[in-house]
């Protein structure tokens, strides 16, 4: 007679795996595709990081405004010292 374990075994989980058999059918998965999946995972690709030159944006922008309100400040300097000059 047949021990526990070995019957469980034998009866397939009850069935269960015979069910899941008709119910799932197998896939054949693409071979090129497993091929370059392969190929990925095998041999790992050069990376290159590029650095960011966000700060180098950053820098020109702020030099763009400070020009800008220097510009505006010495028209405006400008136009008190002549506004000064003629009423003298």
């Not at 059918?25 to 370059?36: A, E, G, H, I, N």
């Not at 030159?53 to 010292?81: D, Q, V, Y």
């Amino acid at each position: 007679m047949e021990t526990g374990a070995n019957q469980f075994n034998n009866n397939s989980f009850f069935g269960l795996e015979d069910k899941l058999t008709r119910f799932l059918k197998p896939v054949k998965p693409d071979p090129v595709f497993l091929d370059t999946l392969k190929q990925k995972l095998a041999y790992t690709p050069t990376i290159l990081v590029e650095s960011s030159k966000k700060g180098l944006g950053l820098l020109i922008l702020a030099l763009g405004l400070f020009s800008g309100a220097l510009t505006i400040w010495l028209i405006g300097r400008a136009k008190k010292l002549k506004k000064l000059t003629r009423r003298t």
